[in-house]
């Protein structure tokens, strides 16, 4: 006796019944792979992002605001500070390095970020084809930029003012030109058109002085080992200017009058993360911002709606569980005439309760399946209608260790709903029943 074929046949003779079930625990399985995807998916992205930046400092504001427009590039800026105090903050003795941004352009709605080869590295980004940029307007393009803009090495384009591509504001007079193709690196990268810091100046109406090359202001931008004599027991977080080389520097370019939007900043030390950002907020007019506590406080913000929505979605399972017990109960009450005759027939008590175990599992599991599915699916609308793909560290492809636990989850619940039902069959009194009949 075929079990697998006998359960299927017994499920196609109440279509509607049977469809209404997986539906109802699809939508359940859905929203919680939904929930799953993104949180586990936004949180690898924040992490990855955010690796290596111990503080972003920009102008004052929301500091959150902050960590999303200069790390994940997804808010407008608080506003720019100015060079020559990113300057001196970067010769603070807890600062092992900084990391100059310029926002403020963009192109198609892909962001212009003005840095250095320092963002490259931070983020081990290589040029899989034509080279970095090297003079004043030249830009090297995020991988999914070179692919949904269509451009190549050798274009050239024109920047929109903002980063809402709506065809005005468009610097027209300043041409752009793409030198190198950056490989993919799963990041925020990808996103981004990467140029020199004297290329936004540029744009924007500075004058830069010299088409110096970025080799040259990288290698001004290093910094050198400080000197320990040169350090005071007791100094305090802000520190004497001279203590160590500048960590910004354009050589040629000049100190005073340019701005910026913001500096990646990484710690000497972990006194560092004591001292800087209280030292910043309160003894100068920048802003600093902690990723990790800024990022905590952006999940804990919306954990409220995420516990919601699972507890929305798990009492939707629940009530589909309910559903499949009483369709498989009142079935039983139908076939129990079927039942009898099996097991006259030769079909043992334990057959029978696995005949109805197996029903209860074919419909859970086809819910299940169909419910994980629709849920990459909803991921992937949201992907292509509200950002662009893989701005926000989503991936509709992507699978991940929980769905197992859901779909291993699910079976349980369906077991469950059918054990009652099962446990009937096994009782049943095969000359009662057709007495009766």
Known sequence: ????????????????NTLLNI??????????????????????????????????????????????????HIDYPTGNIPLSEAKQLSRNRLIKNTIPLSLGDSYQGYRIVGTNYEYLDLYQVEVSEGTRWEKSMEVALGAAVAQQS??????????????????????????????????????????LILTSLE??????????????????????HDHKDEDDHDHENGHEAGGNPHEHDETITEEGLPDEGDEITSLLVQFRSPMAAVQLPRYINERTNMQ??????????????????VDLLQ???????????????????????????DLAIMRSLGASPPLLFTHVILEGLIITLTGCILGILLGHGVIFIATQLYARPGQLGLAAGQFITEELWVLIGSLVVGLVASLIPAVQAYRTNISQVLAER
């Open 1 to 16: 006796m075929n079990l697998l074929k006998l359960s299927g046949s017994y499920i196609k003779t109440k279509p509607l």
């Open 23 to 72: 539906v109802l625990l699809a939508l359940g399985i859905a929203i919680i792979t939904v929930l799953l995807l993104a949180s586990k998916q936004v949180e690898k992205s924040l992490t990855q992002n955010s690796r290596g930046i111990d503080l972003v400092v920009g102008a004052k504001g929301s500091p959150l605001q902050i960590i999303l427009s200069s790390i994940f």
């Open 150 to 191: 269509g451009l190549s090495v050798g274009d050239t384009f024109a920047s929109s003012h903002g980063f809402i591509d709506d065809g005005l504001n468009v610097h027209d007079d300043q041409q752009f030109t793409v030198v190198g193709l950056l490989a993919p690196t799963q990041n925020v990268v990808d996103n």
């Open 199 to 220: 290329s936004v100046w540029q744009v924007h109406d500075h004058d830069t002085g010299t088409d110096t090359t970025h080799a040259e202001a990288n290698h001004e």
């Open 288 to 305: 600093a911002a902690s990723p990790p506590f800024e990022t905590a406080r952006l999940f804990s913000l919306i954990g409220v709606g």
């Open 311 to 337: 507890g929305f979605a798990y009492v939707i399972v629940i009530i589909a569980a309910l559903s499949i017990f009483l369709a498989l109960y009142n079935s039983l009450k139908a076939r129990r005439y």
